[in-house]
């Protein structure tokens, strides 16, 4: 059977930022359907667009670096995709490019790259971060309702950076079992629950391999 894979980059800014991952993709099923394309569908009694969101970031975060892979069931230019799915974004999602792939590619991140922005400054920014490289373990507890889950952050600290005394940007590897949160680094960096909900995060790359 044909299948024609694509990747589509995109922003998320403004209010859409506060979509969840469920949220996001029942967006892009909409506006996939309303372009009009030969979408390529799921087997099974509840058939749905062959798409999948690549690394999904967290609730509130804004994004210049989302990707969506979909695919058709028929050949459609790319360029007319393009074209035809800027026309039914809503506001607060910008497309920046679509890639055709071959149909066996797989993105496959490698690492993500946050940018937060503090509400007050943090004079020992610097000296927060240094002490946190420097840990050889860096627990996280993520409490969940089916059971909290323990992890340890610090493989995924590929690099962290102050920018002044109210920026921290990270850069979060990423593996088979998912990457670290950047709310969970601001924690490990010793800020307070208030301090990381005010922060303005935005993530600024996916890298892939």
Excluded at 161 to 180: H, W
Aim: glycine letters at 6%; one cysteine or more; a positive charge.
């Amino acid at each position: 059977m044909f299948r024609q894979r694509l990747r589509l980059w995109f922003r998320v800014e403004g209010d859409k930022r506060y979509l969840s991952h469920h949220d996001m993709m029942r967006l892009w099923g909409r506006v996939l359907r309303r372009a009009g394309l030969p979408l390529r569908m799921s087997q099974g009694f509840n058939p749905r667009p062959k798409m999948s969101l690549v690394e999904p970031r967290s609730v509130g975060i804004a994004s210049e670096a989302e990707i969506l892979e979909f695919e058709l069931a028929d050949w459609v230019n790319p360029e007319a995709v393009l074209g035809d799915l800027r026309r039914q974004v809503p506001d607060d999602v910008r497309i920046d490019s679509l890639d055709l792939l071959r149909p066996t590619d797989k993105a496959r991140p490698v690492a993500v790259v946050y940018v937060a922005n503090l509400e007050a400054p943090c004079v020992d920014l610097e000296e927060r971060i240094a002490r946190l490289l420097a840990l050889s373990e860096a627990p996280v507890l993520r409490r969940r309702p089916r059971g909290d889950k323990h992890l340890d952050a610090r493989p995924y600290l590929e690099r962290i950076e102050a920018a002044g005394d109210r920026g921290v940007r990270m850069v979060l590897a990423t593996g088979p079992k998912g990457t670290v949160r950047a709310d969970e680094v601001l924690r490990l960096l010793g800020l307070g629950d208030e301090a990381v909900a005010r922060a303005d995060v935005h993530r600024t790359e996916i890298r892939l391999a």
